[in-house]
């Protein structure tokens, strides 16, 4: 008895929940402006997603779902990153389900006061309803790429089994390790991390938690992780044109997630 209150007692102690990051705490973009989004905006299934295809023929049986930030579709830099994704080949979906309120990226610091309005039962419908759209439409794998608050996400359609493999940068509000055992314990399907040294919520030390979970072949159906030093939360998707590190961070960290993506898809 006294044992198991030590235990539990040790596994409350060690878990963390990541906080969300402030708008001012993101990387900031220097995006060139003239490049446009090469996607389109639709309505799947009542879900306003841009919705990025590649030029060159592709699979229509499978697709990227891509959960972005906290800054959404409003943001041209999460759109020009589903055109990345368009153009390896994919075609590239991204659901607003943040439901037409995204946090402006140069607004305040106010994501804790935004978060009350899009917890997990605000935002899973739509995503599912997006989800089970594209199902509908002959898509039979979805490689699902996150992040900061996408990555939560993404965690849980790897948890709940819902797609093919899952990869993510820079994950927000995810419960460390609890989220990685719940992997661990129900999942099957693959899952990839890059991480920034510089990142203040999910920090070097809680990557290295994370591979106490799933790393050196614990988890059979595939883990990796990757770090990129030298940068901070939001790389993956915002990049300074001049910072040689930081451009060369945010191209490393998509191939590392295409790369995982290709491995793991059948
Ligand atoms: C898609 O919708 C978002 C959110 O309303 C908007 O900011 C963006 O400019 C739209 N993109 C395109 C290509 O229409
Ligand atoms: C903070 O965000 C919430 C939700 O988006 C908004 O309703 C509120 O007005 C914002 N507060 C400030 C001080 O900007
Ligand atoms: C995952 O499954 C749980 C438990 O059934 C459910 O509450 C949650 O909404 C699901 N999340 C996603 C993203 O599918
Ligand atoms: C980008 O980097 C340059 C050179 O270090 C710096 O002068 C500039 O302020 C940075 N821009 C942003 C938006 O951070």
């Known amino acids: 008895?006294?044992?198991?209150?030590?235990?539990?007692?040790?596994?409350?102690?060690?878990?963390?929940?990541?906080?969300?990051?402030?708008?001012s705490g993101h990387s900031k973009s220097t995006i060139n402006a003239d490049a446009v989004p090469q996607g389109k905006n639709h309505t799947i299934n009542g879900v306003l997603t841009y919705v990025s295809l590649p030029k060159q023929k592709f699979d229509p049986t499978t697709a990227v779902l891509l959960l972005t930030d906290v800054?959404?579709?409003?943001?041209?830099?999460?759109?020009?990153?589903?055109d990345e994704w368009a153009a390896a080949g994919f075609a590239t979906y991204a659901p607003d389900y943040l439901n037409g309120d995204a946090l402006p990226s140069d607004g305040l610091d106010n994501v804790t006061e935004w978060e009350v309005n899009h917890g997990e039962a605000q935002t899973t419908p739509p995503l599912l309803a997006v989800i089970s759209a594209l199902k509908l439409r002959g898509v039979k794998?979805?490689?699902?790429?996150?992040?900061?608050?996408?990555?939560?996400?993404?965690?849980?359609?790897v948890q709940n089994n819902t797609i093919a493999v899952g990869t993510m940068a820079h994950p927000s509000s995810l419960n460390v390790p609890t989220d990685f055992e719940l992997v661990k314990a129900q999942s099957h399907v693959p899952i990839e991390i890059n991480n920034a040294e510089l990142d203040t919520g999910f920090t070097p030390s809680l990557a290295v938690v994370?591979?106490?979970?799933?790393?050196?072949?614990?988890?059979?159906?595939?883990?990796?992780r990757r770090q990129f030093d030298g940068v901070g939360h939001g790389f993956a998707?915002?990049?300074?044109?001049?910072?040689?590190?930081?451009?060369?961070?945010?191209?490393?960290?998509?191939?590392?997630?295409?790369?995982?993506?290709?491995k793991h898809l059948k």
Do not use: E, H, W
């Open 1 to 23: 008895m006294q044992l198991f209150a030590f235990f539990s007692l040790f596994a409350v102690v060690r878990a963390v929940v990541i906080p969300a990051v402030q708008p």
């Open 71 to 82: 800054f959404g579709l409003p943001s041209p830099d999460n759109l020009l990153l589903a």
């Open 210 to 224: 994370t591979d106490g979970v799933l790393g050196d072949g614990q988890y059979a159906p595939g883990y990796f």
């Open 237 to 262: 998707v915002r990049a300074n044109a001049s910072d040689p590190v930081q451009v060369a961070a945010k191209q490393g960290a998509f191939d590392t997630s295409l790369a995982f993506i290709k």
């Open 141 to 157: 794998q979805i490689a699902t790429t996150g992040y900061c608050f996408g990555g939560l996400y993404t965690t849980r359609l």
